[in-house]
């Protein structure tokens, strides 16, 4: 049965970010089940979840308080549109999410994926300006190495070459300043003696080119998909004061930092930003249902509010909009954070991560260890001293992700870098357990 399954879908699926040929030798694996950080597939095998399933699990699969939730939802409502219409579950999430938030960020516009989050943060921010009679303001900038999803809109803003070379004549022009990759310092400077001159091309630009810019947007603290570039808080907080000093939007992208994964529950928490937009997803549901919001301030959504004939209304929706489903596990999973006393209980776990993955430093292959909340990551290299990378022909990450499940490992490097995206719920042995493989599987490389 399970091999007919398999040559089913050989014969029938394309599986994203996967060069297809890869499954001529090996199937992909097939999950049966899941529950905690565990995931168990048709052999029997055991696997930790070490990447929360694309980072977006946070208190543990099928947790209970999530499922109950989404099974009494499946009682009463499936699914009705958004226009017009409106449910309880929508309503609540809504009322939690601004709670939770920033406090300059009152209204909740749903989507169901993190793309359009971000798709919808830069359209509003376009149409305010349209709207307040600053038109002219119709440029974006992204950072080298920023990531915002694979619809055309979000490409446009981000900065990974090799996602987005291929579709270069498709998308719209942007600003692109360097990223503040520590390790690979843009102004060749150590961050023990920098002064975050890597700001510097932010603030010249913004001095020629405010008038036609509309704003900024940047993952808070972790670029993640572009390598998994922690980057330090004084940074973001320059982001910010420059953003306001010359009147554009100021755009944080938490699909993946957002929900506790850096120690709080946004990482803009850690530099006390006050952001215009912030786009949230993945774990919104604990990883369970899509969902995505983007929230934003009063002096927005003031703009929007004006008589039909104004032409003033933010023409965006999806047929998906605030699914009752989806928004009953969001309520569960944020109930669970008070619950379960998830941010105070992880932060032991934060520690123990941070310490326990010292050792990988002294590892040749290791030339960069860098960590935040419960995410860390190694950057291997060819030459540890003059940090030359390892070829992209040597398929290093793929070698990993191999070897990680022969040692009951899912994990799915990035090019060179292999990293833990760790649910919060992880328990202190289960973390031990899962650095000494890790290790094991990197040591023998
Ligand atoms: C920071 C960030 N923004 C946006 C996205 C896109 O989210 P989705 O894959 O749900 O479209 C991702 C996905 O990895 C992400 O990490």
Request: glycine share 8%.
């Amino acid at each position: 049965m399970n091999s007919e399954l398999l040559e089913k879908d050989r014969k029938y699926l394309w599986h994203p970010y996967t060069q297809m040929k890869d499954y001529e030798k090996d199937y992909p694996v097939l999950i049966e089940r899941a529950e905690g950080i565990h995931l168990y597939d048709h052999k029997g095998n055991v696997y930790y979840d070490t990447i929360s399933s694309w980072w977006s699990n946070v208190h543990g699969h099928n947790h209970p308080h999530v499922q109950s939730a989404i099974k009494r939802q499946l009682e009463e409502l499936d699914h009705v549109l958004f226009a017009g219409f409106t449910h309880k579950n929508a309503i609540l999430l809504g009322e939690h999410l601004v709670r939770v938030s920033p406090r300059n960020l009152t209204k909740v516009f749903y989507s169901d994926n993190g793309s359009t989050a971000c798709e919808v943060a830069l359209k509003m921010s376009f149409q305010f300006w349209k709207n307040t009679g600053q038109g002219e303001k119709e440029k974006f900038i992204g950072l080298e190495n920023g990531y915002h999803g694979d619809t055309i809109g979000a490409m446009s803003v981000g900065g990974v070459s090799v996602f987005q070379e291929t579709f270069a004549p498709l998308l719209f022009s942007t600003f692109k300043i360097p990223s503040p990759y520590c390790y690979r310092c843009p102004c060749g400077k150590e961050r023990e003696n920098c002064a975050i001159e890597c700001i510097n091309p932010l603030e010249e630009l913004l001095e020629k080119k405010n008038k036609e810019i509309a704003g900024i947007i940047l993952e808070p603290l972790m670029q993640g998909s572009g390598g998994f570039i922690i980057y330090p808080v004084e940074y973001l907080k320059k982001v910010a004061e420059l953003a306001r000093m010359y009147n554009i939007h100021l755009i944080v992208d938490e699909v993946a930092t957002g929900f506790g994964r850096t120690g709080k529950m946004f990482a803009v928490e850690h530099a006390d930003v006050e952001p215009d937009f912030m786009c949230l997803s993945k774990g919104i549901t604990n990883g369970s249902l899509p969902l995505s919001a983007t929230l934003t301030t009063d002096e927005v959504y003031e703009a929007f509010y004006a008589d039909y004939t104004e032409n003033k209304t933010f023409y965006h929706g999806h047929t998906y909009t605030a699914n009752p489903l989806s928004t009953a596990a969001g309520v569960a999973s944020l109930e669970l954070f008070k619950k379960e006393n998830t941010l105070e209980k992880v932060s032991g776990t934060i520690a123990t991560l941070h310490q326990n993955m010292q050792k990988f430093r002294d590892l040749d292959i290791v030339g960069d260890l860098r960590y935040i909340g419960m995410v860390a990551a190694l950057e291997l290299v060819k030459d540890k001293f003059t940090k030359e990378p390892i070829p992209f022909e040597k398929r290093i990450g793929f070698k990993v992700y191999k070897k990680g499940l022969k040692q009951g490992l899912l994990l799915r490097p990035l090019g060179n870098i292999i990293y833990l995206f760790l649910p919060l719920c992880v328990k202190e042995d289960e973390l031990m357990d899962i650095i000494e493989r890790t290790y094991s599987v990197i040591a023998a490389l």
